[in-house]
Nanobody
Framework: QVQLVESGGGSVQAGGSLRLSCAVS????????MGWFRQAPGKEREGVAT???????SYADSLKERFTISQDNAKNTLYLQMNNLKPEDTAIYYC??????????????????????WGQGTQVTVSS
């Protein structure tokens, strides 16, 4: 059973930075697509970034200049570095996992991959 626990959220002023962490257990990292998603009040959940083994990443076009996804396989931890934060980045951020086996090409933000494992979310609030 894959378990995901996010941390690192908080309140920050516009222009600031935060790094979110997601502790992962119960999985083989090489077979799973890992992702960050977010949901703002009154809006649908949207994909932020994904990563799979060998550091293959994908990003939402509007975020790739400011956000960086990474993973430390030795620590079983997924990260999201967020820089130059804006008030519109305010949302609950979730990490998620999806088994893809050898189908690495499925691991993209816009590919429609069904993520079956989710963390509880961490709140990020950006004030102007």
């Amino acid at each position: 059973q894959v378990q995901l626990v996010e941390s690192g959220g908080g309140s920050v002023q516009a222009g600031g930075s935060l790094r979110l962490s997601c502790a992962v257990s119960g999985y083989t990292y090489s077979s799973y697509c890992m992702g960050w998603f977010r949901q703002a009040p009154g809006k649908e959940r949207e994909g932020v970034a994904t990563i799979i083994r060998d550091g293959i990443t994908s990003y939402a076009d509007s975020l790739k200049e400011r956000f960086t996804i990474s993973q430390d396989n030795a620590k079983n931890t997924l990260y999201l570095q967020m820089n130059n934060l804006k008030p519109e980045d305010t949302a609950i951020y979730y990490c998620a996992a999806a088994w893809v086996g050898e189908h690495l090409g499925l691991c993209t933000v816009v590919g429609g991959l069904a993520f079956g494992y989710w963390g509880q979310g961490t709140q990020v609030t950006v004030s102007s």
